[in-house]
């Protein structure tokens, strides 16, 4: 019985045992089922991040694109938006810079102590005009202590009973791309020789002179205007109130010197013409067509000639001309008349000034001082005649005049 007994409670334990086995093994198996699951999930989870289904696909590409031309129209709206407002704010750096005033102390409102500053001052008196200097022509001024002066009522005066050349001056800046008003206020008192504004600009060995309208006598106070263009690439000027050898008594004042937008082109602008549709004329006028490089032939050739373009009349009446390219091919043929001769001003003026200039119907050979005339201006035009340059790169035609070339001269 104790035997069984024992073999009873062994059989039980191996049941026991048996059991807790099997269901660790089923309890580990749905574990490792439970983690397959999920990692599967994991790694449909990755794969759909790479491989999206196709109506995502869609969905998230009809999203992408409608977003991509959201972003366009924004950025296009916004580089519009900067356009204008660039567009906006140059117009209105381009007016400030045009209304802006170059010149310092135009109204000549401020003063300085000069004479504590620069003992060598040519200012007159103890107060000179801030922001401007002044210049005494030492070579060319018999007086070289003339009166310079800023007077009480805020203006600049330069007088002198001797003869005196010089100049009260300021720098200015410039862009040499823009061009220029310029403006000032002048009153002269008996004064001989000129008085004006004179703008110097200086680059390398190169000078250049613009002047105003020039003004001397007696005048009341008056304005004067101008527009100056930039000739040398240069961003600094010295403006000049220019007083030139003589005497008398000069005033200036409100200077003024402000952009006016581009410069003005330097180049000749194309002149377009067009081909006559008649042509009139008086027998004692001549016609220049308007197509120098086209052929003319008077179909009634008694009526003148045509040479270079030019009509000469012969006769009066009626024809036609014929307009020929430059291959001969007629293109236009219109009607052309010739009056009988006319008397003008510009013809009476033309002949008062030969009989002025010529005289020829005056001359008398019995005169002798006549005589002695005629054989100077005989031998001066033989001396112009010899010694005119005829050199095919020459810049002038007589040796007295190659100064003219001078950087010196008027701009």
Do not use: C
Request: proline share 3%.
């Amino acid at each position: 019985m104790e035997i069984k007994k024992k073999h009873r409670i062994m059989l039980y334990s191996a049941l026991i045992l048996g059991t807790i086995l099997v269901n660790n093994s089923y309890q580990a198996k749905a574990e490792e089922f439970t983690k397959t699951t999920s990692t599967s999930q994991i790694r449909d989870t990755q794969t759909n991040n790479v491989e999206v289904p196709q109506t995502e696909s869609t969905t998230v590409k009809g999203t992408s694109t409608t977003t991509t031309q959201q972003d366009l129209s924004n950025s296009t709206a916004s580089t519009a938006t900067a356009t204008a407002t660039h567009s906006t704010m140059k117009q209105v750096v381009d007016n400030q810079t045009q209304n802006k005033e170059l010149v310092k102390n135009g109204d000549f409102k401020e003063k300085i102590i000069d004479k504590k500053i620069d003992k060598k001052s040519q200012w007159t008196n103890l107060y000179g005009a801030k922001d401007w200097n002044t210049y005494i022509d030492q070579t060319k001024s018999v007086n070289k202590s003339p009166i310079i002066q800023r007077t009480e009522q805020g203006q600049v005066s330069l007088s002198s009973d001797k003869g005196f050349r010089g100049a009260v001056t300021q720098k200015v800046n410039i862009d040499p791309t823009k061009k220029y008003e310029v403006k000032f206020d002048i009153e002269t008192s008996n004064k001989v020789g000129q008085a004006f504004l004179r703008i110097m600009k200086k680059k390398d060995k190169n000078t250049r002179l613009w002047l105003s309208e020039m003004t001397s006598g007696t005048t009341n106070k008056h304005t004067l205007t101008k527009i100056y263009n930039p000739k040398l690439n240069v961003s600094e000027v010295t403006l000049e109130l220019y007083y030139e050898k003589g005497t008398g008594s000069v005033t200036f004042d409100n200077i003024s010197m402000k952009a006016k937008g581009p410069k003005d082109s330097e180049h000749p602008q194309p002149v377009t013409t067009q081909i006559e549709e008649s042509v009139n004329t008086a027998l004692n006028k001549n016609y220049v067509f308007n197509k120098a490089d086209y052929q003319y032939t008077l179909t009634n050739p008694s009526l003148g000639k045509i040479v270079g373009g030019i009509l000469y009349p012969s006769a009066t009446g009626s024809t036609t001309v014929k307009i020929s390219d430059k291959s001969g091919k007629i293109i236009k043929e219109v009607p052309l008349s010739v009056t009988a001769s006319t008397e003008d001003n510009f013809t009476k003026l033309l002949d008062k000034w030969n009989d002025v200039t010529i005289g020829n119907h005056v001359y008398d050979t019995n005169d002798s001082n006549m005589q002695k005339l005629n054989q100077k201006l005989d031998e001066t035009n033989a001396k112009n005649i010899k010694d005119i340059k005829l050199d095919s790169n020459r810049t002038f035609l007589w040796e007295d005049l190659k100064g003219l070339n001078n950087p010196l001269q008027h701009s």
